[in-house]
């Protein structure tokens, strides 16, 4: 298994442009979710979803649109990039199940907006 | 609103001392905390967690404690090493299925 992989690993945008994260999982989790992380703030979860067809918003979801269509693809769209989106984002999945907790992070992707 | 609390943000201490960060919750329906490591560039690992019908838990150097009725819960890690060194983030699921991350400890190890 691959386990959670995301693409690109880094990317440069300039201010209003729109790209697509990637996020792919092979465990065949339910669940699937996107954070960022910035400096001294932590994890900080952007939107989730708990199955095909099923998302719902995080902590600060403003910016971001996410669609479900199958179980394996998770992708984040910026529709219009801003410098506030600096920061590395990690894609998660877990298997949705009382016992089976393990959220596993991909690697990361690296973006900077200018 | 849902909110995690960590503490401390940085953490030195001496090889072979031991290190404990604290976190504190906000939301009573919380019921599984993980904890994760991070290492330079690197994505964040589970190294241990609890759930909430359990007070404490332990594996080898690491041991994490829940204390239900103050809402708050706690990393121990024993005999620190050099590789201990990274920084460590707490959670809590909350009832809604969202996984809400503390902001972060950053633990150094000297030798």
């Known amino acids: 298994n691959a386990g959670v992989t995301q693409t690109p690993k880094f990317q440069v945008l300039k201010t209003g442009q729109s790209m697509t994260l990637q996020c792919a999982q092979d465990?065949?989790?339910?669940?699937m979710s996107w954070y960022r992380q910035d400096p001294g703030m932590g994890l900080r979860l952007i939107h989730y979803?708990?199955?095909?067809?099923?998302?719902d918003q995080g902590e600060v979801p403003n910016g971001y649109n996410v669609s479900r269509s199958t179980t394996e693809d998770f992708p984040l769209r910026l529709l219009s990039a801003a410098p506030s989106q600096t920061s590395v984002y990690f894609c998660?999945?877990?298997?949705?199940?009382?016992?089976?907790?393990?959220?596993?992070f991909g690697p990361g992707t690296r973006l900077t907006v200018l | 609103g849902e909110n995690v609390e960590q503490h401390p943000s940085t953490l030195s201490v001496q090889e072979g001392d031991s290190a404990v960060i604290k976190c504190t919750y906000s939301d009573s329906a919380s019921n599984y905390f993980p904890w994760y490591k991070q290492e330079l560039g690197k994505r964040p690992q589970l190294i241990i967690d609890i759930r909430s019908n359990v007070g404490e838990k332990k594996d080898q150097r690491i041991a994490v404690t829940l204390n239900k009725t103050a809402k708050h819960f706690s990393l121990h890690i024993t005999e620190t090493q050099p590789e201990d060194s990274a920084v460590y983030f707490c959670a809590a699921r909350l009832n809604t299925d969202k996984l809400i991350f503390g902001t972060g400890t950053r633990l150094q190890v000297f030798p």
């Open positions: 465990m065949n989790h339910e669940y």
């Open positions: 979803s708990v199955g095909a067809g099923i998302t």
């Open positions: 998660a999945s877990r298997v949705d199940r009382v016992t089976r907790d393990t959220q596993y």
